[in-house]
Structure formats: C-alpha cells, structure tokens
C-alpha cells in the first residue's frame, strides 16, 4: 500500500469504519495546493478492499491532474464506499459517511460517482457542508462537459487539418448518452457529418433522426473512416486490438481512460493520430460542479470552459515540437503545476511548452477566489 501510495504522491488517506452503519470507507486526498480536493464517491462492490484502496488512490490522482490542467483552485481527491453484501440502512451509512467527511475540515469536498446518485447527496448534506452535486442544485454536469468537449474538437481539426470550422468534417460518435447526445446536436448545428453507434438502440435512433446521423453497430464504429473519432461511452475502448483498427485523424471524446495504456497512446503518436487527452477534453463537467461550489458566475464558468481549447491547443503544439505524445505533455504539465518540479522524463525538453501553459493558467481564475469559496480554502 505504501509503495502505491508514494508512486501516487498522495498527500493523505483516511480511513474509517462504524460497525452500527456498516459504513466502510476510504478518503484518498492526492493534493491540496491548488485548493481543497473534490472528487466523487463510488459506492459499487469491489472484489476486495485492496482493490477498492488502489482505484481511490488512482481515481484521486486523475481528479488532481484534471482539475490542475483546467486552471481550477482544487485539488483531486476521491472516496470509496465499499458496499455491504446486505445493506440495512443507505441513509444512515450516508449519513455517518456525511460525518466522516465533515471531520476532514473541508480538504474533501464530495459529488456523485458511479453507485451514487444527487439524492445520495442529499443525504450526505444532512451531516456535512463539503458536499456538492445535491438534487436541489438541479444541474446536471454533461451539456457542459459536451461543450468544453465540443470546443476541444474544433481546436484538434483546426490543429490537425487545418480547417476553421466543421463543415463537412466528419465525426464518429461512440456513445450517446448524458454527454454523446449533446454533443451530437452542437457538431451538427456546426455543420459536421455524423456516424452514430449506441448500444440501445432507441438512442441511437432518435439521435439519427434529429441529426440525420448514419447508424453503425457498436464493434464496427471505432472503425470507420473518418476525421474524427469520438469516444463518449466508457473506458479502454482504444486497446491493443482496436488501435490498428482506427481509421481517424484524431481522437477526442468524453469518455474516461479510453485509452488503455500509454503504451497505445505512443503507438497513436506514432501512427500520426492526434489525441486530446481525456482528462483534459473532458473537464467541463468539473468546472461546473467545482466552480458553482466556490460561488464563481455562470460567465466565469463559460469563460473557463471554453479554455479548454487553449490548453489542448498548448499541448498539441508542444507534442508538435518535442515529438512526445500528447497525454505525456499534459501529464508533465499537471505535474509542474502541482510540484513545481517535473517528474516526468518527458519534461526536460518540454520547459518551453511547460512555460507557456503556466503563463496561461497564471492569468486564469486560479488566483482569484471569490469570498463565499474561504472556507473551503482555509
Ligand atoms: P452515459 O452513461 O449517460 O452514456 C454512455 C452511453 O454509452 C450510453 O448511452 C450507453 O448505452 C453507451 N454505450 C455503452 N457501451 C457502448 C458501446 N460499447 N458502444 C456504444 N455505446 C455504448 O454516460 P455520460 O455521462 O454520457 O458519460 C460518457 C463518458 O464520459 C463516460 O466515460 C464518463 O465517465 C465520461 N465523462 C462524463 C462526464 C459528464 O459530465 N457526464 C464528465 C466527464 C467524463
């Protein structure tokens, strides 16, 4: 566990456990110099406790990373509910893990992850103020995640192909869910030509429909020729199998991790397929639930969210000048940011790329932190 934790560079793991609840929970907060860590709390079965250990650590990292490259005052962290074989009580395990939280003073703010729902979080509001995507907030993340996705896409084809706008580029979508179904509507109001596949096939319908989108089956859509291959459903889609199936200029979609490993991710380098980094393309979800809580305005939010697009830019054109792959430079980014030294090999080269990102996220929101975030921030 330590050896997981010290490659993970986390600053701080709780742990509790209230055997009148059954709660059973971890608390990974990987890094707070930006500001407090949010992150989501999963509540699904794992097969064991070391496993769920590990992905709130991983999980942790990956909020810190993501929230550093999106110009945020947060920091990354996570929690993990292991859920009971015969759960009693939900509310009252919510309620003692609303608890847990509040005694972490306000370094863990807490959100909906997979097994979790706002009414969940409604219930962990009883017992802590740390604590966001409630039911009575109202606000579903994913119309901002499709836009700072949709802006990422404009930047990588202006990158890529050289074209200003989306006019007869065409664009597989692999997923049309919360995010895929909008973003579906901004690229064909941009006048992109749409390939679909769903796994239910009534989405898929009625999203062919209202965008006179072409349906293709689920194994076949990674690949189809296209300019654009946009993965919104979920991870490792683009493995040791599919990547020399791809027939795309650039990948850039909402799904998480779609890339299995970095080993893929040099091999798409390699082959001259241009990658927005997930953690990157996908952001706006974040920045919406982050920033609502620290009290910024809706134009803040907008401002920041259409910002996605300058930093993929940024990183686009350092992997352009350094020949690394794209997810190295915004991992090496991230981790300038967060330890103000590079820990990547890949950052020596990059002190000019590195450099220029930083000015950017300096002129950001990072510094400017509204009166009703202090005590988040304290
Ligand atoms: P969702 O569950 O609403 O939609 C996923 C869609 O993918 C569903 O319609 C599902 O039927 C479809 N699907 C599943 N497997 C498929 C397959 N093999 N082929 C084709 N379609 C398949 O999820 P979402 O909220 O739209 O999120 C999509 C992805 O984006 C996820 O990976 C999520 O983690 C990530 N993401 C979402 C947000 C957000 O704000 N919702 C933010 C950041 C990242």
Do not use: W
Request: glycine share 8%; aromatic share 6%; with cysteine.
């Amino acid at each position: 566990m330590f050896d997981t934790i010290e490659q993970a560079h986390l600053n701080e793991l709780h742990v509790t456990q209230d055997t009148a609840t059954q709660l059973r929970a971890f608390i990974a907060i990987h890094n707070t110099r930006l500001g407090p860590a949010l992150g989501g709390c999963r509540f699904i079965p794992y097969e064991n406790e070391t496993k769920a250990l590990h992905d709130a650590i991983r999980l942790a990292q990956g909020m810190s990373y993501k929230a550093a490259l999106a110009g945020l005052p947060l920091g990354g962290g996570k929690a993990v509910i292991l859920h009971p074989k015969n759960l009693i009580d939900r509310t009252a395990l919510l309620r003692k893990f609303g608890e847990f939280i509040e005694s972490l003073g306000g370094r863990y703010i807490t959100s909906v992850d997979s097994g979790t729902s706002p009414m969940d979080m409604d219930i962990v509001a009883h017992t802590t103020s740390y604590v966001t995507a409630t039911s009575h907030r109202n606000k579903d993340p994913s119309p901002n995640t499709a836009l700072g996705v949709f802006n990422g896409i404009k930047c990588a084809v202006s990158h890529q192909l050289q074209e200003d706008n989306l006019h007869n580029i065409t664009i597989c979508i692999q997923g049309l869910g919360h995010v895929g179904s909008i973003l579906a509507m901004l690229l064909k109001k941009a006048g992109a030509k749409l390939i679909i596949s769903d796994i239910n096939p009534n989405r898929t319908k009625k999203i062919a429909k209202l965008y006179d989108a072409q349906i293709v089956a689920p194994e076949e859509i990674h690949k189809i020729p296209c300019d654009v291959f946009a993965p919104c459903a979920y991870g490792n889609i683009i493995n040791e199998t599919t990547v020399s199936e791809l027939k795309c200029s650039i990948v850039a979609g909402a799904a998480n991790n779609p890339v299995v490993s970095t080993a893929i991710t040099s091999a798409l380098h390699e082959t001259g397929i241009l990658y927005a980094p997930d953690y990157v393309i996908n952001a706006g979800g974040l920045i919406m639930v982050g920033m609502e809580k620290l009290g910024y305005s809706a134009a803040d939010i907008e401002r920041k969210t259409l910002a996605i697009a300058d930093t993929l830019e940024s990183i686009f054109k350092c992997s352009q000048q350094t020949q690394e792959s794209t997810d190295m430079i915004a991992n090496a980014i991230a981790e300038k940011i967060l330890y103000e030294k590079t820990t990547t090999t890949a950052t020596v080269s990059h002190n000019y790329c590195i450099g220029m990102e930083a000015n950017h996220l300096a002129t950001g929101l990072r510094h400017q932190i509204p009166p009703t975030a202090n005590r988040f921030l304290m």
